[in-house]
Each structure stands twice: as C-alpha cells, then as structure tokens.
C-alpha cells in the first residue's frame, strides 16, 4: 500500500479535482483496506463494509470538484464512510429487511465478547478460591490437575 506524504497529497488531490483518473486509484488503493477495517468495526459484516466502501468512493468521485486540496483526504473518507455506515443503521430502524440482515451480525459479535468477559470472571475466581485454600490443599490441587 502506497503511503501519500502531505505534499503529495495536495498534488493527488488537485490531480483528482480536475479528473484524473489515476489520482483516483492512487487514493482509492491507499485508503481501501484502512476504510475496510474501520467499517468492519462499526458493521460486523464484510459485505456491507465493501458496499459502503464502493459508496465512499463513488462520492469521492462524483464530488471531487468541491474537495479541499488544504484537509485531509483520510478524514474526509472516514467521515464520508462513518455517515454511510450510520445510514445504514438509520435505514435499520424503518426497513425490516436491513434490520433482519444486521442483528445476527451484531448480536454474534457481542455473544463473542460476552462469553469473553464471564472466562475472565471466572478465571478470576477460580485464582481467588485457590488463593484462599490452605497452603497443601493448594499444592495437592496444583500438582493433581
């Protein structure tokens, strides 16, 4: 993945205002994993994150006319993307479909950390008890399991 440094940044995004098509590819193949990544997060599914991604994208084109050369090209992508993603939990709300679609995803996601966190309970009073069992007791219990 190719890293744009300030300057070259501004020189891309001036190249993407007048319409060049390989400032576009430029910015799309820095961006896109990092975009990808970020909307996993937010979405729990791989396809909706490269959905909102393409969207991202096709923003950035259309609107390229009115893009600031000055700020930042990463922070306008993942505001960009950030909106999609949250319209899409928007549209959630109202649209049956969506809602079927992403509550497995996102319940799944929290089952993982829930069962996470009652291990680590558990872990931890499981060191309690033993700490508090007499010192022989302790090492019999250590040494048989």
Request: proline fraction near 2%; charge should be positive.
């Amino acid at each position: 993945m190719k890293r744009l440094t300030p300057i070259n940044e501004h020189d891309v995004l001036r190249q993407l205002r007048k319409g060049n098509e390989t400032a576009f590819e430029t910015i799309y193949n820095t961006y896109y994993q990092q975009l990808i990544g970020h909307l996993l997060r937010l979405l729990k599914s791989t396809e909706l994150a490269k959905e909102v991604v393409q969207d991202t994208f096709m923003a950035l084109w259309e609107h390229r006319e009115r893009i600031d050369e000055s700020k930042s090209i990463k922070a306008y992508l993942f505001k960009i993307a950030t909106n999609n993603a949250y319209n899409i939990f928007k549209r959630a709300v109202h649209d049956e479909k969506v809602r079927a679609y992403l509550y497995p995803a996102i319940e799944a996601s929290y089952d993982h950390i829930e069962t996470q966190m009652l291990e680590k309970e558990n872990e931890q009073r499981f060191h309690e008890i033993l700490q508090r069992m007499p010192a022989k007791q302790r090492i019999v219990y250590t040494l048989c399991k």
